[in-house]
T-cell receptor, first 111, second 115 residues
Framework: DAKTTQPTSMDCAEGRAANLPCNHS???????VYWYRQIHSQGPQYIIHGLKNNETNEMASLIITEDRKSSTLILPHATLRDTAVYYCIVLIIQGAQKLVFGQGTRLTINP | KAGVTQTPRYLIKTRGQQVTLSCSPISGHRSVSWYQQTPGQGLQFLFEYFSETQRNKGNFPGRFSGRQFSNSRSEMNVSTLELGDSALYLCASSFAPGQSNYGYTFGSGTRLTVV
């Protein structure tokens, strides 16, 4: 699985958009980009995933660059409940596999 | 619908003992994965089961084992506990091995403390 690089921590004001970057320069053509988050002492929560095109769901938007070497997770109107560690993971959707979690980005939403 | 249920939520064991943790996946999910989370190593994959068969295994010693039952419920066992086994153990389920359109769904975990 391709390795990802994320900033260790970020801050964002409540109500503003939180933009979390992820570099995955060694991603291969059949690897998807997944985002999970983990709120303190809970299990990770799936947020969104994509292959090439930008994706949006009720939680967030995912912007993947044309060369697929980086992506950005966007929380459009961050709330205090979005304070969590956010993990960017790349992997192939097929067969037995494992999620390889890096250290993630600790996002703090400030009032 | 009910989420992934892990029992017990908290557990304290003594070095040398063994422990069994349980995971009930979301109804209809047949794949169950286990992860260990520690402050030092972060989240690490232990193993994945599907149709009662282990499909993938992480780099953990043989003291860590698991199994899956015909109803997809899974258990993991750690024998001869060491202090370093203190961790949050997380279970995740999906319809089948690999990611569904909604990714893996994680439980809240079992926090194991070895003293």
């Amino acid at each position: 699985d391709a390795k990802t690089t994320q900033p260790t921590s970020m801050d964002c004001a409540e109500g503003r958009a939180a933009n979390l970057p992820c570099n995955h320069s060694t991603i291969s053509g059949n690897e998807y980009v997944y985002w999970y988050r983990q709120i303190h002492s809970q299990g990770p929560q799936y947020i969104i995933h994509g292959l090439k095109n930008n994706e949006t769901n009720e939680m967030a938007s995912l912007i993947i660059t044309e060369d697929r070497k980086s992506s950005t997770l966007i929380l459009p109107h961050a709330t205090l409940r979005d304070t969590a560690v956010y993990y960017c993971i790349v992997l192939i959707i097929q067969g037995a596999q494992k999620l390889v979690f890096g250290q993630g980005t600790r996002l703090t939403i400030n009032p | 619908k009910a989420g992934v249920t892990q029992t017990p939520r908290y557990l304290i064991k003594t070095r040398g003992q063994q422990v069994t943790l349980s995971c009930s996946p979301i109804s209809g999910h047949r794949s169950v994965s286990w992860y260990q989370q520690t402050p030092g190593q972060g989240l690490q994959f232990l193993f994945e089961y599907f149709s009662e068969t282990q499909r993938n295994k992480g780099n953990f010693p043989g003291r860590f084992s698991g199994r899956q039952f015909s109803n997809s419920r899974s258990e993991m066992n750690v024998s001869t506990l060491e202090l370093g086994d203190s961790a949050l153990y997380l279970c995740a389920s999906s319809f089948a091995p690999g990611q569904s359109n909604y990714g893996y769904t994680f439980g809240s975990g079992t926090r194991l403390t070895v003293v």
